[in-house]
């Protein structure tokens, strides 16, 4: 038998029970990748052409999902975030969240989205028991979005923000990623259009995830160049770090609240130490980071007629072997062949 020791805490392997990671950490949130499609193609995360598909013959059914979602929540999983790619490309995705509302314990179910086609189905997903979305939109200008994402889509964007919190998917958040010379200056902007129409904004570092692995560090604009711009509009008041448990944005009072805005620091003020996700892809491989270079096949012994304890065993190895951060910086550090899209955020 084997003991970690970080810090005050021991964890023993022959012991551990639920999602548990060698430095005490419990994954109690779920990243799930419903599809690597997508109907944008952004600069920052793949070519214009596209990328090749998963075949659907990979991906696993809303079957198989439930099922290994229904396992992740019988070991401590609290909530469900529903990714892609673009997870309104799933046809069955309103089938799929009813599926997950209806285990018991319930978790809370999220989905991050491009925004695009969510006016038409904003009201049946909430219906079906999904809480709440964050919408990735960079830009509010149309030009710029246009060029970033090689889709003339903002309007349609910005129906599925309305329609969202009119279905009461709230807080309706916004997540957006600051690039130098693109949309940089601009960011001020970005917060005050979200500010007027009440959603909440979150500047996230733009991280090495893109298929074409052209990331340089050197190009990215940090969390603090975000907030000294910010800073030049409204006073940031940084919100008690004790709020702030195993979140990844810093939360900021604009202009002494209510309203704020988060700044996610993925690469220069990681939060590794408080992280609690773990990811499942739409090809059935779970991932205990966004940055690892391993993943644990589910689908194969899933198709081979594996007993929940027998799958429950690889979810719980899995997390195991979680390293305590990502290594962005670090010598050595390598970027996962898996895209951003493939992955799921």
């Known amino acids: 038998m084997t003991s970690v020791h970080v810090g005050p805490i021991t964890v023993r392997q022959g012991d551990r029970v639920g999602l548990v990671d060698q430095f005490g950490r419990r994954a109690r949130d779920l990243r799930v990748s419903v599809t690597d499609r997508c109907n944008l193609r ?23 999902l439930l099922r290994v979602i229904g396992l992740f929540v019988r070991d401590g999983v609290t909530q469900v975030r529903l990714t892609g790619g673009e997870p309104l490309l799933r046809r069955s995705l309103v089938d799929l969240v009813q599926g997950i509302a209806s285990l018991r314990p319930r978790p809370r179910i999220a989905m991050t989205t491009n925004g695009v086609g969510l006016e038409r189905v904003a009201g049946a997903l909430a219906a079906a028991g999904l809480d709440r979305v964050n919408v990735s939109l960079d830009t509010i200008d149309a030009d710029t979005f246009t060029t970033l994402t090689r889709r003339d889509r903002l309007g349609d964007v910005e129906a599925g923000l309305r329609a969202a919190a009119e279905a009461g998917l709230t807080p309706v958040k916004v997540n957006a990623v600051a690039m130098r010379g693109v949309n940089d200056d601009a960011v001020a902007d970005v917060l005050a259009w979200c500010l007027e129409r009440g959603y909440e904004l979150r500047f996230i570092e733009q991280m090495p995830l893109d298929a074409q692995h052209a990331w340089d560090r050197v190009d990215m604009v940090t969390a603090e160049e975000i907030r000294d711009r910010l800073s030049q509009r409204w006073t940031l008041t940084p919100l008690p770090a004790t709020d702030r448990g195993s979140a990844p944005a810093e939360r900021f009072l604009v202009d002494g609240g209510p309203a704020t805005v988060g700044i996610i620091a993925s690469v220069t003020a990681p939060f590794c130490a408080a992280c609690d996700r773990t990811r499942l892809t739409a090809d ?24 929940d304890d027998e799958l429950l065993g690889l979810l719980r190895g899995e997390m195991w072997r979680k390293r305590a951060g990502h290594g962005i910086g670090e010598p050595g550090f390598t970027q996962p062949e898996r895209p951003m899209s493939s992955i799921g955020g």
């Open 42 to 64: 952004c600069t920052y995360c793949m070519p214009a052409e596209g990328l090749p598909w998963m075949p659907r013959s990979e991906m696993l059914t809303d079957e198989e």
């Open 284 to 307: 059935g491989q779970v991932r205990n980071c966004l940055f690892s270079q391993t993943e644990t096949d589910l689908r194969t012994p899933l198709r081979e007629g594996a007993t």
